[in-house]
């Protein structure tokens, strides 16, 4: 059975750093572009960033840009997601997720065409 399982997050003080990891199990992702997404309490899920494939390919959520930098190990079928210079709105669920097999190439941030979602890893930025 595919799944993705995220980790990586915490407790960070405002300024701070994490990286998110996002393995997964039971397919390999080097065929996959991958989103990391976010979800904060009373608010929809918004998308992060997504990654191509090969890495060759990012995109980013215009308020994130210069903070946050998606990778992929494609031997260690794991995709990051380094945050920096966290704030408190950044604090949410984060999750990763992959598309269905038909639209695996397509990184997109549009959450409703993922299908495959890790259970999230929670992220609070505070003081």
């Known amino acids: 059975q595919s799944q993705l399982v995220e980790s990586g997050g915490g407790l960070v003080q405002p300024g701070g750093s994490l990286r998110l990891s996002c393995a997964a199990s039971?397919?390999?992702?080097?065929?996959?572009?991958i989103g990391w997404f976010r979800q904060a309490p009373g608010k929809e899920r918004e998308g992060v960033s997504c990654i191509s494939s090969s890495g060759g390919s990012t995109k980013y959520a215009d308020s994130l840009k210069g903070r946050f930098t998606i990778s992929r190990d494609n031997a260690k079928n794991t995709v990051y997601l380094q945050m920096n210079s966290l704030k408190p709105e950044d604090t949410a669920v984060y999750y990763c997720?992959?598309?269905?097999?038909?639209?695996?190439?397509?990184?997109?941030?549009?959450?409703?065409?993922?299908?495959?979602w890790g259970q999230g890893t929670q992220v609070t930025v505070s003081s």
């Open positions: 039971g397919f390999t992702l080097d065929s996959y572009a």
């Open positions: 997720a992959a598309p269905p097999r038909l639209l695996k190439s397509l990184c997109t941030m549009n959450p409703s065409l993922y299908n495959n």
